[in-house]
């Protein structure tokens, strides 16, 4: 339940003691299980070679592609300003992930593209990311996984099943 009685306790959750399942739990329900699976990648990555990764980086690498793009791009794919793209960038850059090149359809630019430890890293994540699902299916059942799925499936707009822009309304710029 929400207090709306005091100005002062706007949004604070507080418990009258009725039993249902309050609206500000889905989210944080949500976020938590996104963060436990996060979390838990980002564990195992440590242990194949990875250990520096971070969450940032993967949506970097992500933003950045197959075909790499510019920080720009890279800035505009995530929602954050090129100057933030660029600190993202130059930390991939420093670990590995990531170099910089000349764009060949314009000299005047430069596109950052993953290296080969970038793709391990995306590879790794991937296989991984496979494994915890299935850790799932075995805990809750793999129909009970994919009508999860497919619930949210239908519930979030296809046009923003895959953005990586997250940053932008958490506050990052």
């Given at each position: 339940?929400?207090?709306?009685?005091?100005?002062?306790?706007?949004?604070?959750?507080?418990?009258?003691?009725?039993?249902?399942?309050?609206?500000?739990?889905?989210?944080?329900?949500?976020?938590?299980?996104?963060?436990?699976?996060?979390?838990?990648?980002?564990?195992?990555?440590?242990?194949?070679?990875?250990?520096?990764?971070?969450?940032?980086?993967?949506?970097?690498?992500?933003?950045?592609?197959t075909?790499?793009a510019?920080?720009?791009?890279?800035?505009?794919?995530?929602?954050?300003?090129?100057?933030?793209?660029?600190?993202?960038?130059?930390?991939?850059?420093?670990?590995?992930?990531?170099?910089?090149?000349?764009?060949?359809?314009?000299?005047?630019?430069k596109?950052?593209?993953?290296?080969?430890?970038?793709y391990?890293?995306?590879?790794?994540?991937?296989?991984?990311?496979?494994?915890?699902?299935?850790?799932?299916?075995?805990?809750?059942?793999?129909?009970?996984?994919?009508?999860?799925?497919?619930?949210?499936?239908t519930?979030?707009?296809a046009?923003?099943?895959?953005?990586?822009?997250?940053?932008?309304?958490?506050?990052?710029?």
């Amino acid at each position: 339940m929400v207090d709306y009685a005091d100005k002062g306790n706007v949004n604070q959750v507080v418990d009258d003691g009725k039993r249902y399942e309050p609206g500000y739990e889905l989210p944080l329900l949500l976020f938590a299980g996104f963060r436990t699976l996060i979390d838990r990648l980002h564990t195992r990555l440590a242990t194949e070679g990875h250990p520096g990764l971070r969450p940032a980086y993967g949506f970097a690498m992500q933003a950045i592609g197959t075909q790499g793009a510019t920080a720009s791009d890279i800035g505009r794919r995530l929602g954050v300003s090129k100057q933030a793209a660029g600190k993202t960038v130059d930390r991939l850059l420093a670990v590995g992930y990531a170099e910089r090149t000349d764009d060949p359809a314009d000299a005047r630019r430069k596109l950052v593209r993953l290296t080969e430890r970038g793709y391990d890293a995306l590879a790794r994540s991937a296989a991984i990311f496979d494994e915890l699902r299935a850790e799932w299916a075995a805990t809750l059942g793999a129909d009970r996984v994919r009508d999860m799925e497919a619930a949210l499936r239908t519930v979030v707009p296809a046009e923003t099943a895959y953005r990586l822009d997250a940053t932008s309304w958490l506050g990052g710029s």
